[in-house]
Structures are given as C-alpha cells and as structure tokens.
C-alpha cells in the first residue's frame, strides 16, 4: 500500500479563449469530490429493503489558494472565471512527473460557481476560495 503525504499537488485551468494556468504554487489545499445521484427505487411487494438506483454523476473542486493580486496571478485569473463558459481543469496528486498510475490526472470541463477573493485575518497570509463544478465528465487519465 502507498500512502501519499500531500506536498506538491498541481491544479490547473485554461480560462476560455486563454492558455493553460498553473495555479499549483499558491495552492494551501484542493479537494475533488465525485459522487452520482442514489434514486430510491423500493416498490410495494418488495423484501423489506430499500433499492436503489444510480442516477447522474457529479463531480466538484474545492481550492484553498493564498491570495495574489499579481497581474496574471490567483485572483486575477479566478475572478475572470465567474459567469465564464465551460472551461478545463485539471487536478492531480502530485504536480512533478506527470500522469502516472500512482499519479493519476483527473479532468473535466467545469463552470466555477464560487469565488471568495478577499478573505483573511489580521496578520495571516491573504486566502482565497474557489469552488468549481462540473460541466461534463470527469476522466481519470494515467498517462
């Protein structure tokens, strides 16, 4: 078994009608959630037991990322994503190597439906939040 210490991880998007942005190193934390609807399909003369049927699938990215308002930097970028078409993004383990089996590439075309450009306390590192939702399906790639 492998266990993986999460120190370098890589996310990136491609705004529409822009290039590939690396946003990995301002990265704090990035979690994908992916998951189908579950139907109840239990019937009258049934056992007893609920059955149930998968419905759509859906997948989500959560990002923690420090704060930069750097031309072409973090908040820049993210905040020309909200209300934006469809675009790519790409999430992995570990942004060194590339795609592998034991680093897979998961991707997908995502709107982002939440952004929190200015959010922090007093004397700590600037934060920002993004959340980005699925619009199409999600692939696991491996090379």
């Known amino acids: 078994m492998s266990v993986l210490v999460m120190l370098d991880a890589y996310v990136a998007v491609t705004p529409p009608g822009g290039i590939l942005t690396d946003l990995s190193d301002h990265v704090k934390q990035v979690r994908l959630t992916y998951n189908a609807a579950m139907l109840d399909s239990t019937a009258m003369g049934g056992v007893g ?25 973090i908040n820049e970028t993210l905040f020309g994503l909200i209300g934006a078409t469809p675009f790519p993004i790409e999430v992995r383990p570990v942004k060194t190597g590339g795609r592998s089996p ?42």
Request: aromatic share 4%.
């Open 49 to 73: 037991t609920r059955t149930r049927l998968t419905g759509l699938k859906e997948w989500q990215v959560d990002v923690q990322l420090q704060a930069d308002e750097a031309v072409g930097s």
């Open 102 to 143: 034991s680093n897979p590439g998961y991707t997908g075309m995502a709107v982002m439906s939440t952004s929190q450009p200015i959010n922090g306390n007093v004397g700590e590192i600037s934060m920002t939040q993004a959340t980005f939702l699925s619009s199409g399906v999600l692939t696991r790639a491996t090379s």
